[in-house]
């Protein structure tokens, strides 16, 4: 047990090749590993056979988050070349004289930072004013665009698709990427990563899941760039995870809570839906509608309250996802799952393929 809480029990070496520059031709064309937990049973199926394993009965909840375009390329006044990258979409604005304003944090990228008041223009219609430098490369910035024009509308004329930095596009991001890295069911703008295990999903896939009796269920929660930031310490439990929005609606809640009552199962599509989920559960599992900031840290050790199962994708070596999947499987297990994974010549992160957690145990206990 105390290796589960050594940083360096979460490693694991992953050939360059696995790592998915791209996504699988379809959404649901990709492969998908089956964990049966706990016997530790494997199967190697495609997405598309989802529909095999969720029973009718069952609710999957899906994270409905939709990815901005948070990554912005400006010039400083001293025409110098700089990257924005906004670390959530800029919440409430002002209007003052021809300009509509709003407060923001941003991560910049540049030769020399910009000086405190300094203005970074983006576009015609977009610049941003520094008012305040910050550690680690952050400031917190005021964007100014035109006044009484959609926020949404001004970010996706001049931003990009902020992908992992590992996935590499030497020509910036491409229409594939505006269309992929994106679920078809995000609806509400927020998040700067995307929560990868629904990339998988097809309109008709979620038909046929609702035509069989399967209730689906939506959460939000917004991914922070906190997701892409490493763990630094040794022992895992000294790690501090950052915080993100999240909104649980009354009629989830209920559809959850009403699934559980009936024996149901509860399917979380993505690690982020279990983290929405559990923070929103009591001591007994039942879900209560919030809308709320989560800094949820879930371990090896943890007691799930209200998630059964877990449709995830395979995660960074040593990151804090890999802690919440070995919370549900067991941290040996899950290492032999990405050992199999690797073997099999599956592809890994945000672009790759899928497994599937099913905890056949007494529904809500974990492992």
Not at 34 to 58: K, S, T, Y
Not at 173 to 196: F, I, L, M
């Amino acid at each position: 047990m105390q290796q589960d809480f050594d940083l360096q029990s979460y490693d694991y070496d992953l050939p360059e090749k696995n790592i998915a520059q791209h996504p699988a031709r379809r959404r649901d064309d990709s492969r998908l590993l089956v964990l049966h937990h706990p016997a530790g049973r494997m199967e190697h199926r495609r997405f598309a056979d989802i529909v095999d394993l969720v029973e009718p009965g069952d609710l999957l909840v899906i994270n409905d988050t939709k990815v901005f375009p948070a990554r912005l390329i400006g010039t400083k006044q001293t025409g110098g070349r700089i990257e924005v990258f906004l670390t959530g979409f800029p919440e409430g604005h002002e209007n003052t004289g021809g300009l509509s304003t709003a407060p923001t944090t941003a991560l910049l990228k540049a030769s020399k930072r910009p000086k405190p008041d300094s203005i970074i223009t983006i576009g015609p219609d977009l610049c941003c004013r520094v008012v305040e430098l910050l550690e680690d490369g952050k400031a917190i910035l005021e964007l100014r665009y035109r006044k009484g024009a959609d926020l949404a509308a001004i970010l996706a004329e001049y931003g990009q698709v902020p992908l992992p930095p590992y996935i590499e596009r030497h020509q910036g991001t491409t229409a594939e990427d505006k269309e992929r890295y994106q679920t078809v069911y995000a609806d509400v703008p927020g998040a700067v990563a995307a929560p990868t295990a629904g990339l998988h999903f097809t309109a008709p896939l979620l038909r046929t899941l609702s035509d069989r009796g399967i209730g689906i269920g939506r959460v939000t929660l917004h991914v922070g760039y906190g997701t892409f930031a490493p763990v630094r310490t040794e022992r895992i439990e000294d790690h501090s995870i950052h915080s993100e929005y999240v909104i649980i609606p009354p009629e989830t809640a209920e559809m959850i809570n009403t699934t559980k009552k009936k024996g149901g199962r509860i399917w979380a599509v993505g690690t982020t839906t279990v983290r929405a989920v559990e923070f929103s559960a009591d001591e007994s599992g039942q879900v209560r509608p919030i809308a709320d900031w989560c800094s949820l840290y879930i371990l090896p050790g943890y007691r799930f309250r209200a998630i059964d199962n877990l449709i995830t994708n395979f995660h960074l070596p040593r990151s804090s996802l890999m802690f919440l999947v070995s919370a549900l499987c067991g941290r040996e297990i899950l290492l032999a799952c990405y050992k199999a994974a690797i073997a099999g010549d599956y592809r890994f992160y945000s672009y790759g393929d899928a497994m599937a957690i099913i905890n056949e145990g007494r529904p809500g206990t974990g492992p």
